[in-house]
């Protein structure tokens, strides 16, 4: 998304007119976080499919989840206008890479690093992707599961998460996740994180996809709900002993 | 002094449809000193043959490492090799910077092909002089390549440029069914045998050739020359006499071996393809 940066008269200046100069100095339309992880037949995701116009929920159908190449796929956080950018790269690059038709491919490894490149070189131009990415797949019965944030910071991991369910969702799978998890067991166990992160992230919404990937391919469900339960007594007086609260 | 008036550049065309600048080129390849490649489901071995210009220099190097999964070996003009090989390194710098991951041979022999190709289309250019064998593993296992100056390419079992390259050619074509489950010694001793076809009747000794191999868990080296001569002489690879061929399967065809070598000596060997 992009803003105008400076939008007071042109200025000629030591560093030179900046009027034209446009860059993302925040993001409008963004999507709350995602979560992957490796089971014993590939990578699972999940992602809800809100789009936050700032603190309104104001997009119900934006998928975050998408396959990238025959053995990759993509999870976004963040600006959505940056991540349709980024699957126009991812796109184009497997488009290229296909024209060789010559038995190679890019793997999850390799689409990761050349997303780390990426991110990476545009914050170092000012005007970096506000995006959090997981990127993961199944690659010659190789698994991979990684994530690259807006400023090029990566790594690999079992499972992984962006945003608010680094915090909510994380020490969730620390405690549960385990290598043999069945895909039962592992929807299981992100439909937990996603019921935590419904309930105490905002910009959530009950609406969400689970992504999977095998070496037998892509397959990303319909959308679904959660069952939730409201009647607490906490939710339904939330300020109550929370002092100084009105 | 010109064979005739359509080989002045490099885009005119001869009326019986020839590009005489790059059929030159591609005899510039057959002056170099020979070089020969040949390979197994996991191994490719480069050699070549060393020649000093003079009593007093040493030789030229002819094999490069481009990468730690391709190497290449050249015959023609050294420089050109030279040029194309930093090419090469770029490109496979460039791809592990941006994919953490070696680039697949295939990708890189059609990159250089294409590279070597603009120079027969460009008035104001000349084609490279040099011919490359392109050694490699990647994801779909170990391929030997030659790059010739017209923009052409060829994947093989077995090849050999250069001078007097048809009699280890010969050689290669003789026993090359055989390369595909062959070990890595067995293909270093190949690459030997058919390196000492080239010398004809001159003593092989490790000063006069360059031995490289990469493979699966090995990285493209050059063999230093004590490995070398100790390879030479356990094969007992010195001499005129025939391959000492322990699994000689025929005799017959070891015994024709000198023959045949001999036959296609003076190097008349056809162009690889047809231009």
Same mark, same amino acid.
């Given at each position: 998304m992009m803003h105008l940066a400076d939008s007071a008269p042109v200025t000629n200046n030591l560093l030179g007119s900046e009027a034209d100069s446009q860059r993302t100095m925040y993001p409008y339309v963004t999507g709350t976080s995602v979560i992957g992880i490796k089971y014993k037949d590939g990578i699972l995701f999940a992602a809800d499919m809100g789009g936050s116009y700032g603190s309104t929920? $104001?997009?119900? @159908?934006?998928? $975050?989840l998408k396959s990238v190449g025959k053995h990759s796929v993509i999870g976004a956080s963040g600006e959505i206008s940056d991540f349709q950018e980024i699957m126009r790269y991812l796109d184009e690059l497997i488009l290229y890479d296909n024209m060789w038709d010559d038995g190679n491919s890019l793997g999850p490894k390799q689409v990761h690093n050349y997303l780390t490149r990426v991110m990476y070189n545009r914050r170092n131009m000012f005007n970096p992707l506000w995006n959090s990415l997981v990127l993961g797949g199944i690659k010659n019965g190789q698994k991979y599961l990684g994530t690259v944030s807006m400023i090029g910071v990566n790594y690999e991991d079992d499972h992984v998460a962006t945003g608010f369910g680094n915090h909510l969702a994380r020490p969730i799978l620390r405690d549960e996740w385990h290598e043999n998890l069945t895909y039962e067991e592992g929807v299981k166990l992100l439909e937990k994180c996603m019921r935590v992160l419904l309930y105490r992230? $905002? @910009?959530?919404?009950?609406k969400l996809q689970i992504a999977k990937i095998t070496d037998e391919g892509f397959t990303l469900s319909e959308p679904y709900s959660l069952k939730t339960f409201w009647d607490f007594n906490a939710f339904n007086n939330p300020t109550l002993g929370a002092e100084g609260s009105w | 002094m010109f064979r005739n008036q359509y080989d002045t550049d490099v885009t005119t065309w001869s &009326? /019986? *449809?020839?590009l005489f600048q790059v059929e030159y080129a591609m005899e510039a390849v057959k002056q170099g000193s020979a070089a020969i490649g040949l390979r197994s489901k996991t191994h490719v071995v480069l050699a070549s043959v060393n020649k000093a210009s003079s009593e007093l220099s040493s030789h030229q190097k002819k094999i490069f490492k481009v990468d730690d999964h391709i190497g290449v070996a050249i015959a023609g003009l050294t420089a050109d090799g030279r040029v194309l090989s930093r090419y090469m390194r770029n490109e496979c710098i460039n791809y592990s910077y941006t994919y953490e991951s070696p680039l697949p041979v295939g990708r890189l022999v059609v990159q250089l092909a294409d590279k070597a190709q603009v120079c027969t289309q460009r008035s104001w250019k000349r084609p490279y002089g040099v011919g490359l064998l392109v050694g490699g593993l990647d994801e779909s296992g170990a391929h030997l390549y030659y790059n010739c100056p017209s923009g052409n390419y060829f994947e093989y079992q077995a090849f050999a440029i250069g001078s007097r390259s048809q009699a280890a050619k010969t050689y290669l074509e003789r026993k090359?069914? %055989?390369?595909?489950? %062959? %070990?890595r010694e067995d293909l270093i001793k190949d690459a030997l045998f058919a390196l000492r076809e080239t010398l004809q009747g001159e003593k092989m000794t490790s000063s006069i050739c360059t031995i490289s191999i990469l493979g699966a868990g090995e990285a493209f080296h050059v063999l230093d020359q004590e490995t070398v001569q100790r390879l030479i002489n356990e094969f007992e690879v010195? *001499?005129?006499? &025939?391959p000492a061929d322990?699994?000689? /399967?025929?005799p017959d065809a070891e015994a024709a071996a000198p023959d045949a070598a001999e036959g296609a000596a003076p190097d008349q060997g056809a162009a690889p393809m047809d231009i």
């Open positions: 929920l $104001r997009y119900k @159908s934006v998928e $975050r992230d $905002r @910009s959530a919404v009950n | &009326p /019986a *449809g020839r090359f069914e %055989s390369f595909m489950d %062959s %070990s010195v *001499g005129e006499e &025939p322990d699994e000689a /399967a025929a």
